[in-house]
């Protein structure tokens, strides 16, 4: 962690080039608006390869895989493949101590071995439509209905009046579901149907030393060495059509599958990535940016540091403590060096300058041709940016330095609650309270709960908490910090853990010896209705939503200012210039492989291979752990054919490609529209490209589809799933 601050101290200038298109571009625009550039990088297919509204296309590989990740048909029986923390939840419900496959891998060597994974569900997108004068007309037709005026981004009236426009006879076929979704803040809108197969079963998974390997320690950072990928197959009824789990179904046989590349990848080869991009925030002004750097990104920052040397302190001195809280430790680390990284990308391209440039420069042209609207939805912005700032920061600072930082302030109160309700005396609410409060304290004081570390940790956050927001804008529980215990912070979290029910031990004993005896005491029942943890708790979560409801007043005028700001911008530049901001829907982004340098006399290659495995190995730090068998096929060099020309074995590289959150698990393509990797990351230096893209320094990470074909092949012996794909050289 040191290091990364020392990095991120370091002060020098950048030069910017084009080496790389910014964007992430919906498939039935590329003709119009990149296709050419595309072909001049070395795009080698026409725009109707790629996607095709009356034909078959690439679109028809790439799959919406469960809640948030993409994947990509590999195989004309329905292999999908996809990461390893895509499909890490379903991987996880299948282990056990006898079979655990997330340590082990798991491999099915014939299809009556391929596991069933309830829930999960694979979309097909079988088509894109561009509806904004449909929705603009229902609009209209139901504007005296939205009194609140939120029904241009409802998610809820924008797929009613998609079912509408579908009509019966297609939403009664077989897992069709019709969905339409807001681009540009409102400006343009797109109906896209979806056929959702439910029957998706787990084929393939390599060991956690390999699909996670580096976990969270090397999340967002380059040079990577992870063979994040896991395999699935789409199940259907006899006819084709989607349908839930039954032994009669058969493999899906897909209108696509991807061909795979063997040949690797060189410099500056062409790349594109299609997947289904989450969140980003392209369009933010200059407030916005200010808000997120100032606000959002350094309360982050700030209290998950305090957070977190409390809690590696307490690591490094008790072996035990080290592991009940490595993940919680990770975890936190994760956010941290996207805030990190996003706020070194903001100061050091000047974000604001860039979106300031931009406002002034819609001013300048609304001046011109008399469109005074979109000068007074900027000023509307910075007004309600500004308004908001106190609301905001104390929302920010109670979520990260005490609803995230503090354990026992997510205690939970149901069993609390009964109690504060039941009529003394009546058993059978007695007894109910007494079962709720017995499955709480189970949920709360898990095995990684240390309510000494919890204590040392809550203390620092709680000091730094209170030394950062006035009194008045604490929770009203933290009153008693100050009447009480005249600001000793230490003193009044002993306080809550002595005479909690759920702060120790011993009181917890007292309480099991004889729960209902003890609920049953009118004395004891006053003392666990006035428990201080329970009302610690409950006191931080009335703050949290009343803070909440006051923010939420901003949302709808926000939202319209914005749409008129974008109105501005498409206006103004024509709306084949922009793409828009990422919002879980199939798009395009494409670039070159390519390292990049990250600071002065510091180079990163573009490709990463299994020495580097190799050199990270460390027996004593599960992340870092490498399997024997791994070892063995490194030491005798039985990469197969999947070896680089100079003998080494390929694991990541890195691309110049525009990606987020969701397209995890997306198929990266050469020219020739081959499968040549597998997106999973990026680097940290380049998270900021969430608001602004930097061409010299974001970079997709994937695994080589090299790799991905080693471990099925020789680590785990499936070369059955290897003569299901079609490989070309």
């Not at 300048?364 to 007074?376: D, M, S, T």
């Amino acid at each position: 962690m040191k290091k990364l601050v020392l990095y991120l101290t370091l002060c020098y200038s950048f030069v910017f080039t084009a080496s790389a298109d910014e964007g992430m571009w919906m498939l039935h625009l590329l003709k119009q608006q990149k296709f050419s550039e595309m072909q001049k990088l070395g795009l080698e297919l026409e725009d109707y390869d790629i996607y095709d509204p009356d034909g078959i296309s690439l679109k028809d590989a790439v799959v919406f895989f469960g809640r948030g990740c993409t994947g990509e048909v590999i195989s004309s029986e329905g292999l999908v493949l996809t990461n390893h923390h895509c499909g890490y939840g379903q991987i996880q419900s299948h282990s056990s101590l006898e079979n655990n496959y997330l340590d082990d891998g798991f491999w099915a060597m014939t299809r009556a071995e391929e596991l069933p994974n309830p829930g999960l569900t694979v979309t097909f997108i079988d088509r894109m439509e561009d509806v904004t004068d449909y929705v603009k007309q229902c609009l209209e037709r139901d504007k005296e209905q939205d009194t609140d005026a939120v029904f241009f981004l409802s998610p809820s009236y924008l797929n009613r009046i998609a079912r509408e426009r579908a009509g019966g006879e297609l939403l009664s076929a077989p897992g069709i579901e019709v969905e339409i979704k807001p681009f540009f803040n409102g400006n343009q809108y797109f109906m896209f149907t979806k056929k959702i197969y439910s029957d998706v079963r787990l084929v393939g998974a390599p060991p956690s030393s390999i699909g996670k390997f580096g976990a969270d320690t090397d999340n967002w950072m380059w040079p990577r060495h992870t063979g994040d990928f896991s395999l699935f197959r789409v199940y259907a009824d006899k006819k084709g059509n989607p349908a839930d789990y039954s032994p009669e179904n058969v493999p899906l046989k897909p209108k696509r599958w991807l061909k795979i590349s063997t040949g690797g990848v060189e410099e500056d080869d062409f790349a594109m990535i299609m997947g289904f991009p989450g969140t980003t925030h392209k369009y933010y002004t200059s407030w916005e940016v200010a808000e997120r750097r100032d606000i959002d990104n350094r309360v982050r920052i700030d209290m998950r540091e305090v957070r977190q040397n409390a809690m590696l302190e307490e690591m490094l001195s008790d072996p035990a403590v080290k592991i009940q809280y490595a993940a919680k430790y990770s975890g936190s680390t994760n956010a941290y060096k996207n805030a990190i990284g996003t706020n070194w990308a903001i100061d050091m391209r000047d974000f604001e300058q860039l979106k300031l440039e931009q406002q002034n420069r819609l001013s300048e042209w609304a001046k011109k041709n008399k469109k005074q609207q979109y000068i007074r939805a900027l000023k509307e912005i910075e007004r309600m940016v500004q308004e908001r700032a106190d609301l905001r920061y104390r929302s920010w600072m109670l979520n990260e330095g005490i609803i995230r930082a503090v354990e026992f302030a997510n205690v939970p109160l149901k069993g609390w609650d009964i109690l504060l309700q039941v009529v003394d005396g009546v058993e059978e609410d007695m007894q109910r309270a007494v079962s709720q409060l017995e499955q709480d304290y189970n949920l709360f004081a898990d095995k990684d709960y240390n309510i000494a570390v919890d204590k040392k940790i809550s203390t620092a956050m709680i000091t730094e908490y209170t030394r950062l927001v006035e009194r008045e804008k604490q929770p009203l529980f933290f009153d008693l910090l100050y009447t009480r215990f005249r600001g000793e912070v230490e003193a009044f979290v002993d306080y809550i853990f002595t005479y909690s029910l759920f702060g120790n031990r011993g009181n917890w004993d007292s309480f099991c010896s004889d729960p209902l005896a003890f609920v049953s005491d009118k004395e004891k029942l006053e003392q666990l209705r006035n428990d201080p943890m329970f009302w610690f708790a409950r006191s931080v979560t009335e703050e949290a939503l009343s803070l909440s409801d006051q923010l939420s007043n901003y949302d709808v005028p926000f939202s319209l200012a914005r749409r008129t700001y974008l109105e501005g911008i498409l206006a103004m530049d024509g709306s084949y210039t922009h793409f828009p901001d990422a919002n879980l829907t199939l798009r395009l982004t494409y670039g070159q492989v390519k390292g990049y340098h990250p600071r002065d006399a510091v180079t990163y290659a573009h490709q990463t291979t299994l020495k580097g495995v190799m050199e990270k190995e460390d027996p004593d730090n599960w992340e870092f752990v490498v399997a024997e068998k791994l070892k063995t096929l490194y030491r005798e060099k039985d990469f197969g054919n999947y070896a680089l020309p100079d003998g080494n074995m390929p694991v990541n590289f890195a691309a110049t490609t525009h990606t987020t959150g969701g397209n995890s698990g997306s198929p990266v393509l050469n020219g020739k529209g081959e499968l040549i990797g597998l997106n999973f990351d990026r680097n940290w230096e380049g998270v900021g490209g969430d608001i602004q893209y930097l061409p010299d320094y974001q970079r997709s990470i994937i695994v080589d589809i090299r790799y991905v074909l080693f471990v099925i092949d020789k680590f785990a012996g499936a070369g059955h799933l290897i003569e299901e794909l079609e490989l070309f050289r």
